[in-house]
């Protein structure tokens, strides 16, 4: 994997069994890490992205007026690199021989290096890109990405996968012809978000042009996809989500529930890659997560949110997304890196975790759809 | 015709007769290419702690194990462990945790744990996996379990697997064979009998615990029902862990096709057949 570096996190009773193997080296013996301690730690980094979520919602366009001096913009921050700076701290010992080793590896890795990481439950998900190096009262002016700097979402490329999951390196280029992508999507939310959109609006409008369109309730969505399982897909959900359930209008799934729905009769063959727009969606937690509908041979993986997202950001940012991988020919990675480069969808697009294959793409992009076609279609089919 | 691409050396005794595959067999393991990988698949899935193996009587669960999934799970890269000896199958007998705890006293006897694939690298991964004092504390303990009540033997055993598991640099996946026996010799079932109670004890605490191991435990299936009621994964009182219960079944289906019996008979002339066509082969197959 070239200069990158590969983490496997296991559970062992008490404690995170942490592995690392760099340049396809064997992995080295395990870390034993305080499972407890680094599920506090992930917690309060999450609570103090949803702490950003809600400043955003208070300043969506950064005036000053509305935050003097920046000042409350800078103890969230301030906060966020705390936490992250624990998390940190909980994951590499400085004072453990062991950890050194790590540590030490790390420090070496170029900006920009691949990190991935090998996920075997649901308790050893763990928010890696707020993990925080750097100096946490260095000075904040206007929200910028540049205060992301210390963070490892800013200096590795972070893939995090789950155990179980993934489909062979020939699967990630897809056929456009083949390809059937699926929204579930949130009525009420999404009709509420659709004037805040902007030029999103047309775009979202595009992509739920392509087969096999849009559906609003779950039971519905369900069904549309028993009946592409022998086509490469793209799921796309936009709902409430706990990290456990994802609720639409008028239905709602557990994460059980969606996982076997998903998995039931699927054919390994043709990839699924699942982008879960909803709040705390790779989260993962006791009593079960999302993150287990990826793991599955066939499964690509998903891209999903590790903390509390507002709606309309996140359906800019996942529209934006799937635009890129449907329509600029842009691979999964370089679709999910535009994203998050995008000012206008800063801070709150930085909440993505990529749990999928970043080389995931389609052979070329997708011819769009006339809207006007698409009703004549509608209508010869009536 | 499906093989499994494992690296071994052709078995000396290629003709089994009544008697089920060993590991050194794998050669000839045929027609359950698929069978396995999804086997395999399953067990080191995500949040996956136990994996149920059922099938008929005489559908090949033992050499199953034996010749297609443990092969597997050892081959490439993979860092999965087995305890006990030659075929890293434990059979359960009545009372299985003096069968998995004389297993553990083995390995800590030859005071390591190491893949049977090559891993060793350099001594970073180490061949000695727990510390010395802890290894001997632990094999005191197991060694005097042994003869006590075996609720105590289940809870040193977990002890013992947490503190190995931690050290492993990778899986440990304990594989136990012909589970039913810990129903059918125990007529009282979990209720009724101590080492039944604490077997199923074990398991539950293998999966609460959630210890860096995979268990197989392979049955017939007119035993799985029973054998899934006594295992109270679903209980509310282990509610912390996943709903899922961390339990996965496979049922192992006889083979009955025609073609896929033919190449059963067939794979242990195919040595032999470098050198010119055996004429046992067709008599077997009209046969």
């Known amino acids: 994997m070239g200069s990158g570096l590969e983490l496997s996190l296991d559970p062992n009773d008490e404690d995170i069994k942490l592995r690392w193997s760099k340049d396809d080296e064997p992995p080295s013996k395990p870390l034993r890490l305080k499972s407890k301690q680094l599920r506090i730690r992930s917690g309060d980094v999450r609570e103090a992205l949803s702490a950003l979520n809600s400043y955003v919602r208070t300043n969506e366009k950064f005036e000053q007026e509305n935050d003097p001096g920046w000042q409350r913009y800078a103890e969230i921050l301030r906060a966020l690199r705390e936490k992250g700076e624990a998390l940190r701290n909980a994951l590499l010992i400085e004072d453990d021989p062991p950890s050194q080793e790590l540590i030490s590896v790390i420090e070496g890795l170029p900006r920009g290096a691949e990190l991935r990481v090998i996920c075997s439950d649901d308790e050893v998900s763990l928010p890696l890109g707020f993990v925080f190096e750097g100096e946490i009262d260095a000075p904040v002016g206007k929200p910028s990405r540049a205060d992301f700097a210390g963070f490892w979402l800013d200096r590795f490329k972070i893939t995090m996968l789950v155990e179980g999951g993934g489909a062979g390196p020939e699967r990630h280029s897809v056929d456009p012809l083949s390809l059937k992508t699926l929204y579930a999507l949130h009525r009420t939310e999404v009709e509420n978000a659709f004037p805040y959109l902007g030029s999103d609006a047309t775009k979202l409008k595009q992509l739920t042009l392509l087969p096999v369109k849009d559906y609003y309730n779950w039971n519905a969505a369900k069904r549309a996809y028993a009946n592409i399982s022998h086509a490469e897909n793209i799921v796309f959900v936009f709902a409430h989500s706990n990290g456990d359930y994802l609720r639409f209008s008028d239905s709602s799934v557990d994460c059980n529930t969606f996982r076997l729905h998903l998995h039931k009769d699927r054919d390994a063959s043709h990839p699924v890659l699942l982008i879960l727009n909803c709040c705390l969606s790779v989260s993962g937690g006791e009593g079960g997560s999302l993150l287990s509908a990826a793991a599955r041979k066939g499964f690509c993986g998903l891209v999903g949110t590790e903390a509390e997202i507002l709606n309309t950001y996140a359906l800019r940012c996942g529209t934006r997304l799937m635009w890129d991988l449907c329509f600029s020919g842009r691979s999964l990675g370089e679709a999910l890196d535009a994203m998050q480069s995008a000012e206008d969808l800063f801070p709150l697009n930085l909440f993505y975790t990529c749990y999928a294959q970043r080389d995931f793409k389609l052979q070329r992009p997708v011819e769009p759809i006339d809207p006007i076609d698409r009703r004549q279609e509608q209508l010869q089919a009536a | ?287």
């Open chain 2, 1 to 287: 015709m499906d093989t499994l691409p494992i690296v071994a050396q052709w078995p000396k005794h290629p003709y089994r007769g009544l008697d089920f595959y060993r590991e050194t067999d794998a050669l000839l393991f045929r027609e359950r290419a698929k069978d396995v990988e999804e086997c395999a698949a399953i067990l080191l899935g995500f949040g996956v702690k136990i994996l149920i193996l059922q099938g008929s009587s005489g559908s090949g669960k033992s050499s199953f194990l034996r010749a297609g999934l443990i092969p597997q799970l050892k081959q490439g890269g993979r860092r999965n462990f087995f305890l006990s000896g030659k075929d890293s199958v434990i059979r359960c007998t009545c009372d299985p945790l003096p069968e998995i705890a004389c297993s553990l006293l083995d390995k800590f006897d030859s005071r390591h744990l190491v893949p049977d694939t090559a891993y060793r690298r350099d001594e970073r991964d180490g061949d000695v996996l727990t510390d010395v004092a802890v290894c001997e504390e632990l094999r005191q303990k197991l060694a005097l379990a042994l003869s006590g009540p075996r609720e105590e033997l289940a809870e040193i055993l977990v002890e013992a697997l947490v503190e190995i598991c931690g050290d492993l640099p990778g899986k440990l996946i304990l594989v136990l064979d012909q589970a039913e026996e810990v129903l059918t010799l125990t007529p009282g079932g979990r209720a009724g009998n101590e080492a039944a109670a604490a077997f199923f004890r074990f398991l539950e605490d293998v999966y609460l615990r959630n210890i860096d191991m995979r268990l197989v435990v392979a049955l017939r299936t007119e035993y799985y029902g029973r054998f899934r009621d006594e295992l109270r994964i679903s209980d509310d009182r282990l509610s912390r862990r996943p709903r899922s219960g961390g339990v996965e079944p496979y049922l192992l289906r006889p083979l009955r096709e025609k073609n896929a019996l033919l190449g059963i008979i067939d794979a242990p002339t195919l040595a032999r057949r470098e050198n010119g066509p055996p004429s046992i082969t067709s008599h077997s197959r009209e046969d």
